[in-house]
């Protein structure tokens, strides 16, 4: 039985790296973790439909959702295109004191029949929260890794201890910590915040001990090519790609700068040399 879940994994990862071991994964689960005005630059990539066919078109590896988006535009993904459905979220609707919890959406089940090639779920390490994340992380990761699938983490510390003790979220002591939690709850993927540096990222990079690390993209540079800096960096600390979702959708024309990432991530490319060659700079 082990033997068949193993390969059940190894092959649903194979749909999201390339033989390089690296993956660009759009994000799209901004309309419920941010709000709609995460659109409102260019307020037509609200349509999942529409934002799907540039990046597709585009050539991404993967697309990380909730369940609902899948459901209503999930056959937009090309065969060769990974799904990675994530059960967990929060509004930031919610009373501030609330918003160091992800919540449960979604159950292990709705992800397969929707077709997901990956489980995800958020945890925020060093939350007042923990003990209920780390348990939703347990019985998601458990179930989905029975029936065969990869399950994602996003690691992401965040809480008043870590501010008082750190001073940062983004000091890589905590990152990598996040990092290492992750690994040893059980995760194949893990999705965390940049360090600042390649050298305090590739620490992190060594703390997840081959578990691939993506970068979580974060906001949108006003210069695109800042962005591919940014991958370039994280690929060279030995990073396996991004999730990437405003760089994506907040921008007019996402479909070059998507091909000039891939060209980072994939081919090593120099980040102003595929700025140059897809008309972004
Ligand atoms: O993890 C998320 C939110 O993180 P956040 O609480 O904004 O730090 C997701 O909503 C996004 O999928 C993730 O941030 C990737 O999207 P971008 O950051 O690239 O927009």
Redesign the pocket.
Known sequence: MDAYQNVGIRRRMARFFRRDGRALIF????GF??GPT?FEEHWEHVNPRIILRKVIRAGVDGV?MLPGLARIAGDELRPNVGLMIKLTSKTELRPKDDQLLQSQLGFVEDAVKLGADAIAA?VYWGSPAEDVMMRQFAEIASYAHDLGFPVVQ?A?PRGPYINERYGKKEDYRVVMYGARAAVESGADMI?T?WTGSRETFAKVVEAAAGVPVLL?????TEKPVDFLKLVWEVIEAGGAGA??????FQRENPEPFIKALIKVVHRNEDPEEAAKAEGLL
């Open positions: 994000a799209m689960d901004h973790e941010h995460d990380m958020t996003f992401y999705k915040y979580s993209g974060g906001a949108k999730v990437v979702g405003r760089n994506i």
